[in-house]
């Protein structure tokens, strides 16, 4: 079994920072891509940004430029970096991950249970 648990959420002011953290754990051979995304109230769930295996990161365009995500390899973990939070990024924000549980298994995508960030006006 493979659990992803995320931490670091909370409330904050406008123009504020919050660091969020996820950390994989169970039986894992490889990540691939690890990602955080977002859903609001009444709304879908949207991309923040992801980050492959040797780095390569992808943002969304309204986190562009506030936001950091990066990943220690070696604690099969993943961050996020958020400065200058604004009330629209208030959300449940949940990390994922694509791995493989064994050399022949296929990837697969795993996901956290979700962190609220709350940014006040």
């Known amino acids: 079994q493979v659990q992803l648990a995320e931490s670091g959420g909370g409330l904050v002011q406008a123009g504020g920072s919050l660091r969020l953290s996820c950390t994989a754990s169970g039986i894992i051979f490889s990540i691939k891509t690890m990602g955080w995304y977002r859903q609001a109230p009444g709304k879908q769930r949207e991309l923040v940004a992801t980050?492959?295996?040797?780095?390569?990161?992808n943002y969304a365009g309204a986190v562009k430029g506030r936001f950091t995500i990066s990943r220690d390899n070696a604690k099969n973990t993943v961050y996020l970096q958020m400065n200058r939070l604004k009330p629209e990024d208030t959300a449940v924000y949940y990390c994922n991950a694509d791995l493989q549980r064994g050399s022949l298994l296929p990837v697969q995508r795993y996901w956290g249970q979700g962190t609220q960030v709350t940014v006040s006006s």
């Open positions: 980050i492959t295996s040797d780095s390569s990161t």
